[in-house]
């Protein structure tokens, strides 16, 4: 079992504040990195999958690095609001026998208060 | 909108009954994977599917079982069903397995074992 860790657990942040969190994963065999976005009461929605080392995706005011070197990825809010309150996940994917299975990490849940 | 359909939505069992859990796309995606959410431990794999006639064992396999007679129905069987295995189950699919194309969730179905 791979050991994919997020922090922090949960954050609070004011609205228009901007916040980034982490994701940690094994740095070796390294295949590709998700992220996920969970609303309360909804099911995950994808928002980036990354791939090389140096990625960075952006989906509005969202956006993610990698670094597979090391192995981190950030997610950045810039601005956040109300409707950015979510936990997110991030799902790691190695090589060899573990090709295709995705290890979640717990998530970092964010609240964003008006 | 085209997506995952679980059922049912929630569901109360007893202790020792069999019981299926449904899941049917229709996106033609040929993997699928169950998972199962329980509080504080992330979203773990119970079983997988990368193609249909195929099937095979996630992190948390045991007392649980899977099918893959086509590609849209990927059905949860419990067969005789424990406490612990009170979760929420999400069913999820993607177009090609290993190759880190993101889930699509099902809604889920939240399962309690008396």
């Known amino acids: 079992i791979l050991n994919v860790e997020q922090s922090p657990q949960s954050l609070h942040v004011q609205e228009g504040d901007s916040t980034n969190f982490t994701c940690s994963f094994p740095s070796s065999n390294f295949y590709a990195l998700h992220w996920y976005r969970w609303e309360t009461a909804k099911s995950p929605e994808a928002l980036f999958v990354m791939t090389l080392n140096g990625d960075e995706k952006k989906k509005g005011r969202i956006s993610a690095t990698l670094n597979t070197k090391e192995g981190y990825s950030y997610l950045y809010i810039k601005g956040s609001q109300p409707e950015d309150s979510a936990t997110y996940l991030c799902a790691f994917i190695g090589r060899g026998s573990t090709l295709g299975r995705l290890y979640f990490g717990r998530g970092t849940q964010l609240t964003v208060w008006p | 909108i085209a997506g995952i359909t679980q059922a049912p939505t929630s569901q109360i069992l007893a202790a020792g009954r069999r019981m299926t859990l449904r899941c049917t796309q229709d996106?033609?995606?040929?993997?699928m994977y169950w998972y199962r959410q329980d509080l504080g431990l992330g979203l773990r794999l119970i079983h997988y599917?990368?193609?249909?006639?195929t099937t095979g064992k996630g992190e948390v396999p045991d007392g649980y079982s899977v099918s893959r007679a086509n590609t849209d129905d990927f059905p949860l069987t419990l067969a005789s069903a424990v406490p612990s295995q009170t979760s929420v189950y999400f069913c999820?699919?993607?177009?090609?397995w290993g190759a880190g194309s993101p889930l699509h969730f099902g809604n889920g179905t939240r399962l309690t074992v008396t």
């Open positions: 599917s990368n193609t249909a006639g």
């Open positions: 996106m033609r995606h040929n993997a």
């Open positions: 999820a699919s993607s177009d090609s």
